[in-house]
Nanobody, 123 residues
Framework: QVQLVESGGGLVQAGGSLRLSCAAS????????MGWFRQAPGKERNFVAA???????YYTDSVKGRFAISRDNAKNTVYLQMNSLKPEDTAVYYC?????????????????WGQGTQVTVSS
C-alpha cells in the first residue's frame, strides 16, 4: 500500500506561482511513476504531468513551459512547480502513483491517489 499526501495549494493571483508537494509512504517509491491530475468543478479529472522512475517527464500541452514536475526519491516526494498561473488552472490537484509501465496519461492507470489540494487562481 502507498499513501499519498498533497500540500502546497492555495489562492494566488494570475501570473503567480505555487509549488505542490506529494509525500508518499512506502519503501518502493523510487519504482513508481508519479502523476499530477486536476479536476475543476463539474469536469472530468484530467492529466497534468507525470514523471517515471527514470526521470522522464510528460506534460499536457496547456502547461508546457509553465509547470515542472520533479521527484526526490530520498524524500519520497514529488513536486509540481507551477509558474505563470492562469485562472483556468483553478482546480483540485491530485497526486497519483502507479507501478504499471506504458500509458501515464489516463487516470485509470494509477493505483493510488492522494486526497487532493485546492488551487485557486484569481484574475
Amino acid at each position: 500500500q502507498v499513501q499519498l499526501v498533497e500540500s502546497g495549494g492555495g489562492l494566488v493571483q494570475a501570473g503567480g506561482s505555487l509549488r505542490l508537494s506529494c509525500a508518499a509512504s512506502g519503501r518502493t517509491f523510487s519504482t513508481y511513476a508519479m502523476g499530477w491530475f486536476r479536476q475543476a468543478p463539474g469536469k472530468e479529472r484530467n492529466f497534468v504531468a507525470a514523471i517515471r522512475w527514470s526521470g522522464t517527464t510528460y506534460y499536457t500541452d496547456s502547461v508546457k513551459g509553465r509547470f515542472a514536475i520533479s521527484r526526490d526519491n530520498a524524500k519520497n516526494t514529488v513536486y509540481l512547480q507551477m509558474n505563470s498561473l492562469k485562472p483556468e488552472d483553478t482546480a483540485v490537484y491530485y497526486c497519483a502513483a502507479t507501478t504499471r509501465s506504458g500509458d501515464v496519461y489516463s487516470p485509470g492507470r494509477y493505483d493510488y491517489w492522494g486526497q487532493g489540494t485546492q488551487v485557486t487562481v484569481s484574475s
